[in-house]
């Protein structure tokens, strides 16, 4: 079992960065898959990024490949993701996500999710 925080979110400007962090206090962490989810309002939980359980791979939706980044440190139990060059439709609740199956993880259906936190970009 895993306990996800998230953290960083906020209010910026379009074209601003953030860096949300997922922080997990088990040593479990680093068997877990984890992903990066997003819902704006009216519409449905998305996939945003993943990575592998050792950073080795990782997945980014169309919409914000080249703008968001994400990695892993295991030895302090975090993953960030890196936003830049934000923009007023990636306005939602940022939830990470983990799961030792990455089919799962990606399918949207993973064990654990965070609390979410929220990003608001003004234009």
């Known amino acids: 079992q895993v306990h996800l925080v998230e953290s960083g979110g906020g209010l910026v400007q379009a074209g601003d960065s953030l860096r949300l962090s997922c922080t997990a206090s088990?040593?479990?962490?680093?068997?877990?898959?984890i992903a990066w989810f997003r819902q704006a309002p009216g519409k449905e939980r998305e996939l945003v990024a993943a990575?592998?359980?050792?950073?080795?791979?990782?997945y980014y939706e169309v919409s914000v490949k080249g703008r968001f980044f994400t990695s892993r440190d295991n030895g302090e139990r975090v993953v960030y993701l890196q936003m830049n060059n934000l923009k007023p439709e990636d306005t939602a609740i940022y939830y990470c996500?983990?799961?030792?199956?990455?089919?799962?993880?990606?399918?949207?259906?993973?064990?654990?999710w965070g609390q979410g936190t929220q990003v608001t970009v003004s234009s």
């Open positions: 996500a983990g799961d030792s199956n990455w089919g799962r993880l990606a399918a949207g259906k993973p064990d654990y």
């Open positions: 088990e040593r479990t962490f680093s068997d877990y898959h």
């Open positions: 990575i592998d359980w050792n950073g080795h791979n990782d």
